[in-house]
């Protein structure tokens, strides 16, 4: 083997870093990864117990996918014929950049934008122009216009993580519509916001969206995303670029099952909310943070120069949340999950505790 060459490859590699996780606190009220304790445990013995009765393992999971697609297209009311699954929307967004983006594409975003997408750009070298947020965290449409002459691809995680800002929908359509390239609509975070844009897929050529099971459903450990675009871009994607087996048995049946009860999801969404309102306004009442408005599962917050003392002091009592610090002119940012009631009130009495 050329060493030399591995060598190289493996030095420029770690000086790339990765995707950074949280770190892993033993029984933490865990409010650091946008999951969702809301939705009950019941739920996830119920679909993990179906899954066991309809899976066998011994095999692949040939044509699963397509029944697990057939059951997407029910919950959102678009052909299968236009949607695609992937290991996580981790996978779906790694495929799409790694096929489709290269030195030479220049990626329009924002700033802050989803960091595992940011982080994949810098492994495969592709240029990012990010715009930045206003200090009220939000976005401006015109300035993205103004870029998107100069990208090839434009990836705007709507609602945007961290900052919870999601664009009004009238601006988003302006937006994909005069973009010229490829536009991935991340909606991760999409069932807590406004709107969604999947059914713009069926008159937009150049739209992909992009949504998952593990904030709403609550199931970020099955590993389940999925994608709505034209069907050439999906038949290409599904035949082609992904793996032959990309989602196991029992994600797949999992995730039947999940779908067949998405009233407890919509359920879970709408107490996430009711609770996100609390949040904001408790978090709203200290003189020294400057919370931002949220359509997502989180709320960000500038704690100032305090950031690092809240954040050790929620660690120490087991709570753990996001420390971000500078975002723009913004120097300690944190980002909250919102939880069950009960863990978002751990949170906020350990902050009153702290502050007063
Ligand atoms: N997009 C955004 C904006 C996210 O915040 C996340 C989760 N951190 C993902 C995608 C990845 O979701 P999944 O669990 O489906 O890979």
């Not at 937006?175 to 999947?198: C, H, P, Q, R, W």
Request: proline share 3%; net charge positive; glycine share 6%.
């Amino acid at each position: 083997m050329k060493k030399n060459w591995f060598d190289e490859k493996i030095k420029k590699f770690s000086l790339i870093g990765g995707y950074k996780k949280p770190e892993l606190l033993k029984d933490a009220v865990k409010l650091d990864s946008n999951e969702n304790y809301v939705i009950s445990k019941q739920f996830q013995n119920d679909i993990l117990l179906s899954a066991k009765k309809s899976s066998d393992v011994r095999e692949y999971p040939l044509g699963g996918a397509e029944r697990l697609i057939d059951m997407i297209s029910k919950f959102i009311k678009v052909s299968s014929s236009m949607i695609g699954v992937g290991n996580g929307s981790d996978q779906i967004l790694d495929l799409i950049l790694s096929n489709f983006a290269s030195k030479e594409t220049k990626v329009l975003t924002s700033n802050p934008t989803f960091g595992f997408f940011e982080e994949r750009c810098k492994l495969y070298s592709i240029p990012l122009i990010a715009i930045p947020f206003s200090n009220s965290m939000k976005l401006d449409v015109k300035d993205f216009m103004k870029q998107s002459k100069d990208a090839s691809i434009l990836y705007l995680d709507s609602p945007n993580n961290p900052t919870g800002f999601q664009f009004s929908k009238n601006d988003l359509t302006k937006l994909v519509k005069s973009f010229e390239g490829l536009v991935i609509i991340d909606e991760a975070y999409g069932e807590f916001g406004d709107y969604s844009l999947a059914n713009m897929v069926k008159t937009q050529e150049n739209l992909i969206v992009v949504q998952t099971l593990s904030k709403s459903f609550g199931l970020a450990g099955l590993r389940l995303g999925y994608f709505i675009a034209n069907k050439k871009f999906t038949d290409t994607f599904m035949t082609v670029l992904q793996y032959p087996y990309p989602l196991s048995t029992i994600t797949i049946e999992s995730g039947i099952s999940a779908l067949e009860k998405s009233d407890l999801m919509k359920d879970a969404v709408n107490n996430i909310k009711t609770e996100r309102k609390r949040v904001i306004e408790t978090l709203q009442k200290y003189d020294s943070f400057e919370v931002f408005d949220s359509k997502a599962n989180f709320v960000l917050f500038d704690a100032h120069g305090s950031y690092k003392r809240v954040f050790a002091a929620l660690a120490e009592q087991g709570i753990s949340i996001r420390k971000l610090g500078k975002i723009g002119s913004h120097e300690g940012c944190l980002r909250v999950t919102i939880g069950t009631k009960e863990m978002n009130s751990k949170f906020l009495l350990a902050i009153r505790d702290l502050l007063g």
